[in-house]
């Protein structure tokens, strides 16, 4: 089946929800991945920062032929160990004492909102400016984009915004009936917007000072991306709340939810498919290597390799280990003309959005930088 195939069936079949790259996969491993012809492409987005630990690391598809050949689902009516592991795991890595898995960051967010509501008795929550949170509705009243919010209004009730990297107008907008304050600590979808130092910290204080529950949405950052295991690392704090995807999994489905002196009764939270023991085992799979491998290591070095060489060869560059936001012309423009080069990548508006497996080496960066000023000459 060729390319042109492949989108017509698609347009005949599929929800019209996706502005796809014109690339077509068939199969990844490591850093790369390869077209429907076995065309090659160094894979520099990771399927939205989900892949850190590269395509189909052995240690992760063994685990997941393991618990695929034992048990692959029994609902949360019964216990199970691989949740039980993971749930373990991720409270020793983050500090925090309960854990509710989840199938994806839309509905970690959802139970970081429920979970806020319920132990403060309040309703307001205060989301950042240009933040993304996720798209169902919950999610989505958090997520500042009006394009992706218009067609469901109205939303939930009680949510409203600041703007991102500003203590004052925080301040401002803290009431008494704010139950939280949620924010990202690098935007990823508006472009690897960076704050500045100290600004976690300062709404960590603060929120602390007004008796406000502070919600991390790691989603995008958590697990290495920014070169330390978890971004609210770097300003030595630790939120009420903490909600975990993407990487998590090691490209399978699954979310986490992180929280401390607080709890749900039964049967204020659950799902049928949440906390699996597939998706649980290949996350504990993913997780040790990313802790193995040192990979929040690798991505600083590796993330100050490629933000020395942008910087050099001209390119206003931001971001932190390895979330970076390159600005050009055109955006979109750019992505493709790299993909003609056999580097994929994603953007934001006019911000390619570099966020490639915690693998890398120098030589991919290498491969990337190259690619990049060919496509920047034309």
């Keep these: 089946m060729n390319f042109g195939d492949i989108q017509r069936w ?83 890595l983050t500090g925090m004492n309960k854990c509710f898995i989840s199938n994806d960051g839309s509905e970690a967010v959802e139970c970081a909102l429920k979970l806020a509501r319920k132990t403060t008795g309040r309703k307001e929550i205060i989301a950042m400016q240009n933040s993304f949170h996720g798209r169902t509705l919950g999610a989505l009243s958090l997520t500042w984009e009006e394009k992706y919010r218009t067609p469901y209004q109205p939303l939930v009730p009680g949510m409203k915004f600041v703007p991102y990297n500003n203590l004052q107008a925080l301040k401002g907008a803290i009431t008494n009936e704010t139950a939280a304050v949620i924010m990202e600590p690098i935007q990823n979808e508006a472009g690897i917007i960076v704050p500045d130092d100290g600004f976690m910290a300062g709404v960590r204080e603060m929120t602390e000072k007004n008796g406000v529950l502070f919600i991390l949405d790691e989603v995008g950052t958590g697990f290495g991306r920014t070169g330390s295991m978890f971004a609210f690392q770097h300003e030595k704090i630790k939120p009420d709340i903490l909600c975990l995807a993407k990487a998590l999994g090691g490209g399978f489905p699954i979310g986490a939810t992180l929280y401390s002196g607080m709890d749900f009764e039964k049967g204020e939270h659950g799902g049928t498919f949440v906390g699996n023991p597939l998706a649980c085992a290949g996350a504990n799979a993913a997780v040790d290597v990313i802790v193995k491998e040192k990979l929040d290591v690798q991505a600083r070095k590796m993330g100050s390799y490629l933000m020395k060489e942008l910087a050099a060869a001209g390119y206003r560059a931001h971001g932190k280990g390895l979330m970076i936001g390159v600005d050009v012309p055109d955006g979109r423009q750019t992505v493709l003309d790299l993909i003609k080069e056999k580097v994929i990548t994603i953007y934001s508006k006019n911000t390619v959005r570099v966020l490639p497996p915690l693998i890398i080496n120098k030589k991919h960066c290498n491969q990337f930088m190259q690619a990049l000023s060919r496509v920047m000459k034309r």
């Design 10 to 92: 698609e347009s005949a079949v599929y929800a019209n929800t996706f502005r796809r790259l014109p690339v077509a996969v068939t199969r990844g491993k490591g850093v790369n991945l390869y077209d429907v012809k076995g065309v090659r492409y160094l894979d520099f987005f990771s399927g939205i920062a989900v892949n850190s630990v590269g395509h189909c690391h052995p240690k992760v598809v063994a685990a997941l032929r393991k618990q695929a050949g034992t048990l692959i689902h029994t609902s949360n009516w019964l216990y199970t160990v691989p949740q039980l592991q993971l749930a373990e795991r991720l409270e020793s």
